[in-house]
């Protein structure tokens, strides 16, 4: 019955439809199906105008903004049954952000089942945040006043006060040429982030795993059990192959819960990137994971899952019992395998893009990694005879791995003390912990320092000698970057140059005199009549590094923005408090008041209303007179933003003449 009453609203919309239009495309309704006395279903239904399209709450993050419907006094007056479903949706790559978008074309569904805590709510008010495409993007929000009886909503306006109305006003800008715009976004998401670069990161991953103690001594053994234990030479390559299909296909499925994460809510993976507390959670997990891998402790499931397991595969044989013997070695190699994942995971979570497909493409490279060298050396038995013999070389690899997990736990650290501004954690002490853990490495590898496992005073191999000698390279760079001998380029992992305890002139990119307020910006544009780089960016923002280490930097690009334009920075993800007398509520044109109380709550709200965009790094170039000159941009390579900042001179030029 739901489905006929949606195709006849469509049909209906398509006939005499005169709701939608190309600036407002998308005509909303609701419906209420009363399913009982206590519960009932809300049916929210949007026509969408030929061509255009509206994102799906589970579309993935660094692309177009998700749907999102907020029910008020949820939990209070009622409950929700389950997560809101939606109708059918299309799902294609985005060559703009790099990622799978989901997306509903012509019609729009939501549906929502609740159960009634207080008997007498005969009022549900639902606001529907969502975003609207076509060559341009709208961010819209529609209000559902239902009335569970059918009678009449009386509206209640929220009073917003004047001092907030004129603060409001003034995050509005009156932009011209606006729709220079709507041309598109330059750029996009680090093409370095993608998923075949997660995929090899992965797969490198696996392939560290394959050469740790937990891991390397199963490949011969397991070779020769399925090449003597088969009948015939076919069968045993057969079922190796297979057993690397198994462990394949089991580290993929770890990675399932974390959509299930995703879909439950888009944002809860994405949020580890700004989100304090979990941020110093993952450094204390990786400083956990780095210690283990010193030998101090072992991490390792249950002994009980492996002997499981093993039994099952004994009494199964066939498919089923291959099946379990690839748990088996997922189970009793996650001492060694576990830190890596943990690593993994972390990666995936700095990375751009939606997290829980960047680590099942992770996972994916991992297990495949993981799997190769079964297969090859069934096809190949005679290439185990070129293997090294087992010995403490592997247990040479843990430790060199947990010095760079514990390397890389200080970079969560570092998030949670940039987007904090706790004020710890600044540029100089962050690089030289940095210095410290390669020196300690180093020195490990030189056989100066020891740990638990190692064995005992032999003759220094020549690739350790080597390690330890590119560790001391490394620690020699990173000292003469403190020093500022060399510019520090990796990878955006360091906090912001400016972020120091040196005394600086500014704390802006490079040294760049820049504002990081709007208004200030702009009255210093008009008095040095000067175009403007509007910049959005974030603390924690990885992304927003490079840019800065590699692409602002270079001798071409930064007199570009160091003398011809005048440079705004808005971080949005500062959670400094507005004064007070700043703070405010801010009303959109559907009544729905936000409260704006922090710098990266202003900034946010203010880069969504004027410029349809969530993401950063986000530019856009501007005349002081609010004339844009040129499309907006992100993550580009260095010949890219510099021809884009070239054309925006030339255009602002034009206009001054």
């Not at 100089?428 to 590898?445: H, K, N, R, S, T």
């Not at 403190?482 to 002139?505: C, H, M, Q, R, S």
């Not at 590094?545 to 570009?560: A, H, T």
Request: glycine letters at 8%; a negative charge.
């Amino acid at each position: 019955m739901r489905n006929t009453l949606v195709v006849l609203l469509f049909l209906f919309a398509a006939a005499f439809g005169t709701a939608q239009t190309e600036d407002d495309p998308v005509a909303w309704s609701h419906e209420v199906s009363k399913i009982s006395d206590t519960e009932y279903e809300l049916i929210f239904t949007g026509i969408i105008l030929k061509d255009w399209h509206v994102y799906s709450q589970y579309t993935a993050d660094g692309g177009s903004l998700p749907s999102e419907l907020t029910y008020d006094k949820a939990g209070e007056h009622y409950e929700l049954i389950g997560a809101t479903t939606e109708s059918k949706t299309t799902i294609e790559f985005s060559d703009v952000f790099e990622v799978d978008e989901t997306f509903f074309s012509d019609i729009a569904v939501f549906t929502q089942k609740i159960k009634l805590l207080q008997p007498d709510v005969d009022r549900i008010d639902v606001n529907l945040f969502y975003q609207v495409c076509k060559e341009v993007c709208f961010t819209k929000e529609y209000d559902f006043n239902i009335s569970l009886s059918g009678a009449t909503v009386v509206l209640e306006q929220k009073e917003v006060d004047v001092a907030s109305k004129s603060l409001s006003d003034a995050m509005v800008l009156d932009l011209k040429n606006k729709e220079l715009l709507t041309n598109g976004v330059e750029g996009g998401s680090n093409k370095g982030s993608g998923l075949w670069t997660i995929f090899v990161l992965g797969f490198l991953g696996g392939l560290i795993a394959l050469l740790t103690p937990c891991v390397f001594p199963m490949i011969p053994l397991t070779v020769s059990f399925f090449t003597k234990q088969s009948k015939t030479k076919s069968k045993g390559i057969a079922n190796a192959v297979l057993y690397g299909f198994f462990i394949v296909v089991i580290y993929f499925l770890l990675s399932l819960p974390f959509h299930l994460f995703d879909s439950i809510d888009s944002q809860i993976l994405n949020t580890i990137a700004t989100n304090i507390w979990l941020n110093v959670f993952f450094f204390l997990i990786f400083v956990f994971f780095a210690f283990s891998f010193f030998g101090y402790y072992e991490l390792t499931l249950p002994s009980s899952w492996a002997n499981k397991m093993d039994t099952a595969s004994t009494k199964a044989g066939g498919v089923i019992g291959i099946f379990f013997m690839a748990v088996t070695l997922a189970i009793v190699s996650f001492s060694c395998t576990g830190p890596i994942l943990g690593g993994l995971l972390g990666s995936t979570a700095l990375a751009e893009g939606d997290v829980a497909t960047n680590l099942s493409a992770g996972m994916l490279g991992f297990g495949v990694a993981l799997a190769l060298p079964f297969a090859l050396f069934a096809l190949f038995p005679a290439w185990l005879n070129s293997l090294p013999k087992s010995g403490g070389w592997m247990t040479t690899v843990k430790v060199v791995l947990g010095f760079l997990e514990l390397a890389l736990a200080f970079k969560f650290l570092s998030n949670a003390d940039l987007v904090g501004d706790w004020g710890f954690l600044k540029r100089e002490i962050f690089v030289g912990i940095w210095i410290v853990i390669f020196i300690l490495m180093a020195l490990y590898l030189f056989g100066i320092i020891r740990f638990p496992h190692d064995d005992p005073k032999k003759k220094l191999p020549l690739a350790r000698f080597i390690g330890g000698l590119l560790s001391v390279v490394f620690a020699i760079y990173l000292t003469l970057g403190v020093v500022n001998v060399v510019n520090l380029k990796l990878f955006g992992f360091l906090p912001p140059d400016f972020y120091t305890i040196a005394k600086k002139e500014n704390d802006c990119p490079l040294g760049i005199n820049c504002f990081k307020d709007f208004e200030a910006g702009v009255a210093y544009a008009k008095q040095e009549n000067k175009p403007i780089l509007l910049d959005f960016t974030g603390w924690a923002c990885v992304n927003c590094r490079k840019m800065e280490e590699n692409v602002w930097s270079e001798p071409d690009v930064f007199p570009l923005i160091n003398e011809d334009y005048v440079l705004i920075s808005l971080y949005v993800d500062d959670r400094k408090k507005l004064p007070k007398e700043l703070q405010f509520d801010f009303e959109y044109d559907s009544g729905k008041v936000k409260t704006i109380e922090t710098i990266g709550q202003k900034w946010g709200t203010f880069q969504t209303l004027n410029f349809n965009a969530a993401s950063q790094p986000f530019y856009v170039l501007l005349s002081p007179d609010m004339e844009v000159l040129n499309t907006a941009i992100q993550y580009v390579d260095k010949d890219t933003y510099k021809n884009w900042l070239e054309e925006g001179l030339v255009h602002y030029n034009e206009l001054s003449n």
